[in-house]
């Protein structure tokens, strides 16, 4: 099994940052794709950011330029960095990735538990 552990959300006033981790334990061979999904009060989860394990990221567009998507492999840890926070940036923000627990399997997708972003003044 393979448990992923968020950490790093909060209330943050518009315009400031926030960090959030991830990090992934438990049977873990290899991690390939992992992300960043939010979903906010009455809306469905969204992507907002993903990065391979060769560290290729892709982005929603509403977070271009003011998020940033990094992953320390030796440590099996995913990190979002967020700047310039907005409003509508408030959501839960789930840490998502793809698993392979021994060499022969398949990759499973596993989620975090989700932390709570709020941007407010």
Same mark, same amino acid.
């Given at each position: 099994?393979?448990?992923?552990?968020? /950490?790093? $959300? !909060?209330?943050?006033?518009? %315009? %400031?940052?926030?960090?959030? *981790?991830?990090?992934? *334990? %438990? @049977?873990?061979?290899?991690?390939?794709?992992? $992300?960043?999904?939010?979903?906010?009060? $009455?809306?469905? +989860?969204?992507?907002?950011?993903?990065?391979? @394990?060769? %560290? @290729?990221?892709?982005?929603?567009? *509403?977070?271009? !330029? +003011?998020?940033?998507? /990094?992953?320390?492999?030796?440590?099996?840890?995913?990190?979002?960095?967020?700047?310039?926070?907005?409003?509508?940036?408030?959501?839960?923000?789930?840490?998502?990735?793809?698993?392979? /627990? +021994?060499?022969?399997?398949?990759?499973?997708?596993?989620? !975090?538990?989700?932390?709570?972003?709020?941007?407010? @003044?």
């Amino acid at each position: 099994q393979v448990q992923l552990v968020e /950490s790093g $959300g !909060g209330l943050v006033q518009p %315009g %400031g940052s926030l960090r959030l *981790s991830c990090a992934a *334990s %438990g @049977s873990i061979f290899s991690i390939n794709v992992m $992300g960043w999904y939010r979903q906010a009060p $009455g809306k469905q +989860r969204a992507l907002v950011a993903t990065i391979t @394990s060769r %560290g @290729s990221t892709d982005y929603a567009d *509403s977070v271009k !330029g +003011r998020f940033t998507i /990094s992953r320390d492999n030796a440590k099996n840890t995913v990190y979002l960095q967020m700047n310039t926070l907005k409003p509508e940036d408030t959501a839960v923000y789930y840490c998502n990735a793809a698993v392979r /627990s +021994r060499w022969y399997e398949n990759d499973n997708i596993y989620w !975090g538990q989700g932390t709570q972003v709020t941007v407010s @003044s």
